[in-house]
């Protein structure tokens, strides 16, 4: 089963200093279809003006996964951790029992284009953490890198889920397969550009359910770079 969510159909929500579309329920939006998927709960889209963000504000019992696409993010947090994030940085914050924190553009002429992703973790009131590395382009060219996952194999950050995620960069005859294992579901989002999946055609934004599938393949890319999820 492969159900398509088209980037259209998300929700979308224009602060003036936010644009942010919704993948699936969050804050204002609301729809009861689109509460998540397998463990994934949040993927939002957000678009951030020069020298704006979120000021601080608490979170608890998430696993919070930040993927910038362009420009640069800074982040202040209660555990002490501080940071500017750039594309290929992937950034993990567990909340666990508790965390503040903000989150800004770290430019004040650019845009900041940024994925953020909540997990759904498996055990909560565990301690707050901290992660973050780079994952050069090269490892991610016409190949799935690994850069989440519960055990932090293949040098992959670590969150409290059984859950996984894949970064790949699609052009041209550049192809990939990814085995589901029996039992389990994924998630495919397009982060940016075109491909196809299984013979579906794709664009930024969309993304796809999967259940009851052993093989995902992603081809055709046109400047693509997409987010695979391995879920329980």
């Known amino acids: 089963m492969l159900e398509l969510r088209q980037a259209a159909d998300r929700g979308h929500a224009q ?28 993927i939002n889209d957000d678009t951030i003006q020069p020298g704006e963000g979120f000021g601080t504000h608490g979170h608890r019992d998430m696993e919070i996964i930040t993927y910038v696409l362009d420009g640069a993010l800074e982040h202040k947090d209660s555990m002490g951790s501080g940071s500017v994030i750039r594309p290929g940085d992937v950034q993990v914050m567990s909340a666990g029992t508790g965390v503040r924190h903000s989150e800004f553009n770290h ?33 991610k060219r016409g190949q799935l890198r690994l850069v989440v996952s519960p055990d932090g194999r293949d040098g992959s950050l670590t969150i409290v889920q059984d859950a996984s995620i894949y970064a790949a960069l699609l052009d041209g005859d550049e192809r990939v397969e990814h085995t589901v294992t029996p039992g389990r579901n994924a998630y495919v989002h397009v982060a940016r550009g075109e491909l196809t999946l299984n013979g579906q055609p794709l664009k930024a934004g969309d993304g796809v359910k999967i259940a009851e599938e052993t093989v995902l393949t992603l081809s055709d890319g046109n400047n693509a770079e997409v987010l695979v999820f391995d879920l329980p």
């Open 15 to 42: 602060h003036g200093w936010l644009n942010s579309h919704h993948t699936f329920s969050f804050a204002e939006y609301f729809d009861p279809k689109q509460m998540g998927w397998s463990a994934l709960r949040v």
């Open 107 to 139: 430019s004040h002429t650019d845009l900041v284009h940024l994925l953020q992703i909540w997990i759904v973790p498996k055990f909560t009131g565990i301690k707050p953490n901290y992660q973050e590395k780079f994952f050069d382009a090269a490892d």
